[in-house]
Each structure stands twice: as C-alpha cells, then as structure tokens.
C-alpha cells in the first residue's frame, strides 16, 4: 500500500535561514510526488512535482525538492525562509505504475506545520 | 476562471439531518475525489471517480455518498450527519491524460455538525 511520512509536525526556522521539510514515501511501484501548501482557512496550493528526469524540482516561490530514490525522500527546501512562507505543507504520492486505476489516488502525509519567525 | 468550485462554504448541521456538498470543476477532467481534513490526519480520501458513471470508496467512506453523472460534477451526501463528521471537505479533480498529473482542490466546505 502507497504511504506518506512527513516525521515532524512542526518546523520553527528564522527568516533568511534555510529551510526544509521532509517527507519519506512508500509505493509499489515508481511514484509520482507532490508538494502542496495551505494558507490558514484556504483551499491547496500545488508547489512542485517530480514526475521523472532530474531529480533536482524547482517550483513555486523559491522552494525546491530533491527526489532521493534510494532513500525514498522528497525533501522540500528553500534556501533563504520568509516570514510568508509560514503555513501548512503537505507531501502526497501516486504510483504511476496504477495511474488512473484504484491505486492511482494521491495519498497525502498529515502535513508539516513551517512557522518562521521575523 | 477555470477550477474547482465548491459550495457552500460553511455549514451547520444538527445530528440527523441530511446535506449535500457540492462540487463543480471546468477543466473537463476525468478524474474527481473528496477529502476530509482534520487536524493531525492530514487529508484523507472519501470517494473519487475516474469518469461519469464510475465511483469508488476511498479510506474513509462510511456516512457519505457520491454519484457522478456529468464530468463537470461529483456531489458528496451525507446521509444522517454525526459529530464525526464535523470536518473541513475538500473537493479535487485530475486529468488522467497529458503529462500534469497534479490535482486541482476547491477552496474547502467547513462544516460542523452539533
């Protein structure tokens, strides 16, 4: 069964420093991998995906990820945090072996809360 | 603009009473699911669909219906709503086709249930 982990509930980081948010994924097969942020009261963003290439992800305001296929990761990063950043982040996957079938849903991990201080 | 519409926003059942959360995308996309969100279980798949006419149980689908007869819409039911189910809904749709297999969410339905 595809599973996400994102092992800390929350990340305190101070602006300018950089940041990162770790997730660990499980999947049958090759996975499809996201990143998405929520704003307090606010619907999902999509930030970033890795669907197959480099393993190196640029996405959405700054923030990047490094798909780790041997250590099944899919680490979010920023290299310089802002206050705005702070908010919801949630990793997902989806086995690309099932796309489109039963197995195909994005399962998400139960999200990593970033508070960045000024 | 193109996207994932849900209504309504807020609601306030008492236990017993019936409702249906509706959900409406425009991206003609094949896919569409309901999540639920609570706090510390991140968000957690009720039903989804892969076409009109073709629904499925997620992780956590006792209390709630769907049905899916046009690709624009997936409607949720909930059939005698429970405290349980006091939750935030969201409402999100993918092309199963192409090379952007990301999902679009709606802007959520917060609903309580007293």
């Known amino acids: 069964a595809q599973s996400v982990a994102q092992p800390e509930d929350q990340v305190n980081v101070a602006e300018g420093n950089p940041l990162t948010v770790k997730c660990t994924y499980s999947v049958s097969g090759n996975p499809y991998l996201f990143w998405y942020v929520q704003y307090p009261n606010r619907g999902l963003q999509f930030l970033l995906k890795?669907?197959?290439?480099?393993?190196l992800v640029k996405g959405s305001y700054g923030f990047e990820a490094e798909f780790n296929k041997s250590q099944t990761s899919f680490h979010l990063k920023k290299p310089s945090a802002l206050v705005s950043d702070s908010a919801l982040y949630f990793c997902a996957v989806r086995d690309r072996m099932n796309y489109g079938g039963s197995q195909g849903n994005l399962i998400f991990g139960k999200g990593t809360k970033l508070s960045v201080k000024p | 603009n193109a996207g994932v519409t849900q209504t309504p926003k807020f609601q306030v059942l008492k236990t017993g009473q019936s409702m249906t959360l509706q959900c409406a995308q425009d991206?003609?996309?094949?896919?569409m699911s309901w999540y639920r969100q609570d706090p510390g279980m991140g968000l957690r798949l009720i039903h989804y669909?892969?076409?009109?006419?073709?629904?499925d149980q997620g992780e956590v689908p006792n209390g709630y219906n769907v049905s899916r007869s046009t690709t624009e819409d997936f409607p949720l039911r909930l059939l005698s709503a429970a405290p349980s189910q006091t939750s935030v809904y969201f409402c999100?749709?993918?092309?199963?086709?192409?090379?952007?297999?990301?999902?679009?969410f709606g802007s959520g339905t917060r609903l309580t249930v007293v």
């Open positions: 991206m003609n996309h094949e896919y």
């Open positions: 890795y669907i197959t290439g480099d393993n």
């Open positions: 999100a749709s993918s092309s199963l086709r192409g090379t952007n297999y990301g999902y679009t």
């Open positions: 669909s892969v076409g009109a006419g073709i629904t």
